[in-house]
């Protein structure tokens, strides 16, 4: 037979939730994978659009 278990939501929301410190970690790697996945899709227009001199090439 189950218990009869009285449970304590608002200490299992807490457990669940992020906190606003982690938000800001959860946001900051978001917005890294965006970034890469950007600059993989672009990697052949970033070099054409800003043309650089290497010493070599002159």
Do not use: C, H
Not at 47 to 58: C, D, H, V
């Amino acid at each position: 037979m189950m218990k009869n278990e009285i449970l304590d939501y608002d200490k299992d929301y807490r457990l669940r939730l992020a906190t606003s410190k982690e938000l800001t970690k959860i946001k900051g790697y978001d917005f890294l994978n965006y970034l890469t996945d950007l600059m993989v899709k672009y990697s052949d227009s970033i070099g054409k659009g800003f043309p650089i001199e290497m010493e070599g090439e002159r």
